[in-house]
């Protein structure tokens, strides 16, 4: 599996970046994993937007769903000027009817309900869920292909379950939207001690730190949940790539 961070920063793009937004390939198969403001432009750069095989959203919280929109005026447009694109498959949970109604535009994009309690199978990826801590009904994935795993966990406070959701997982995209002794429980995220325990106690094999602040040296997150875990930890970058 190949990852590429089109984008990371939490609540909303800063300048000239992205919110979320993650391009997870293997056997020629695109999804983008939540597809956040900025993120049609960035991924631009990477593959052209009616490339993409499937979305697969978390939540409907704008830093997450904000450039669907434009990526279906994308796959629109492109119809008329080029080869007309697959309807796109854009999954996510039926929890807020409104957002996911949404999701599907003219023969364009398809909204398609996941069910959490039930692996979905996309492309070559078996995909299974968590329901996490956050204000909107939010889910942690794990995406499963030839024996390697990467667990994405999406907005949550901590949560026990998601030790043994993550466990043993080859890459930890894990959300840290607080810093060390700042609680982040009442917003619904997680601080760098809590990135660094999910790690240890899950024994990822490595751990990515996403959904970044806007406040404080985000390099100190890396020695901040370091002091939970034994293991390699990166902040996310925008165009960095992991090949698990
Ligand atoms: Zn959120």
Redesign the pocket.
Known sequence: MKLTIIGFW??YPKKDGASSGYLLEHNGFHIMIDFGSAVLSKLQNFLKPEKIDAVLL??Y?P??IADIGVLQHARYIQGFLGKKPERLPVYGHRLDEQEFLKLTYKEVTKGVEYDPSLPLQVGPFKVTFLRTN???A?FAMRFEADGKSIVYT??TSFKDELVDFSADCDLLICECNFYSGQDGKNA??MNSIDAGTLAENAKSRQLLLT?LPHHGDIENLVNEAGQKYKGPITLAEYGKVINI
Do not use: I, Q, R
């Open positions: 939490g609540g978390s939540h919280h830093d997450h956050h204000p909107a939010c999406a907005d619904g995220h959904h």
